[in-house]
C-alpha cells in the first residue's frame, strides 16, 4: 500500500503547474516581488517549525499556524502569473510539511512524503531564482498592473461558476466518500484530472485566483487526510480534519457571494413551486431536456426570468435550470 501511495503523491506533486506565459495572467512587478518575500518568510517559518513538532500538541500548534497563514496567502498574494504558481506551490507544500510531521509521530518512515515535499520546495525556490533574475535584469516594472485585480466580469464569472465550481463539488463529493484504497486512487486521479482542467479555464480575474488557492488547499488536504487514515491514525487525531471542516464552510460563504454576483445586472425574484405533485426542473426550457433535480411544492426558488413559458431558475452552487412557468408562482398558498 505504501508504494502505491508514494507513486500517487509522485504522480500529484510532479504534475507540471501553469507556466506564466499562458497569457491568463500579467507578468508579476517589482512590487509583487517585495510582498511575495515577504509571504515566502512566513511560509519558511512553517517549514522550520514543522521540522519541530516532536509532539501532538506542537502538531496542532503547527495546522494552527498553516491555517491562519493559508488565509493570508489568500488575501495578500499578488495577482499576477508567478505569483499564482508560487503561491500554489506554497500551499502544496505546506500541507506536506504538515504530514510529514504527522507521519513522524505515527512513527511511520517518512522518506516517501518527504522526498515530493523537497521537490515543491526545490521548483519553488527556482521559480523565485527566476524572479529574482527577472528584477535585477530589468524586467520587471516598479508596480503593479492596475487591472491584476480587477474583479471578474459577467463572462469570467460565467467560466469560474458553475463549470469550474461544479468540478470542485464533485471531486469534494467523492473525496467525502472515500473508505478504501481503491477509492483513493480513484480520488487522486480525479483530481489530476480536474486541476488540468482549472489552469486550461481559468480567467483571468480576482476572484478566480482566490477560489482556484481555495480549492486546490482543501483537494490538497484531503490526499493528507486519507493517507493519516490509511496509516492508522483516528480522525479525533488528525489534525487536518478540523482544517478541512474550516476551508469548506469558508468556501460555502465565498460561493453565496460569487453566486450573487452571478446575477448582479438581473432582477432576481423570489418563486414558489405550486404544482400539486412538484415540479421537475430541467436543463433546457422544453419537457425533452434532462431533468436536473424535482422540486417539493411549496420549495422557493431564486428566478432570474420569468418572461418565457419557462422560467429560468439559480442553483446554489451557480448552475441554472427551467421550470414550466405554469409551475410557478410567487405566491406560496397558490
Known sequence: MKSVLMSLLLVLLLTPA????????????????????????GFDALLVQGTRTRSATLLRYLVERQYEWRLGLNDDLPRCAEAFEIGWLMSQVSGDAVAVAALGLAD???????????????????RFDDLKADLEGGALTSQSLDDVAAACSDEQLAILAPGILIGFQDNGAMALAVISPEEFIEYVFAYIDWRSEVWQHLPHCNEAVEFSLMMNQIQGDFVALFLHRFLGIADEDNPVKPQIESELDRFAGKMEDLVTALDRNRTVLAYFVVGDRGANIRACPTTTCDILTVYERGQEMRVIDDTGEWYEIRFDNGETGFIAGFLASMDPSS
Request: hydrophobic residues 35%.
Open 18 to 41: 501553469a507556466q506564466a506565459s499562458d497569457g491568463k495572467f500579467a507578468s508579476c512587478s517589482a512590487s509583487d516581488l517585495e510582498t511575495l518575500q515577504r509571504l515566502e518568510s
Open 108 to 126: 511511520s518512515d517518512r522518506v516517501w512524503m518527504q522526498e515530493p515535499m523537497d521537490f515543491g520546495k526545490s521548483r519553488l525556490a527556482a
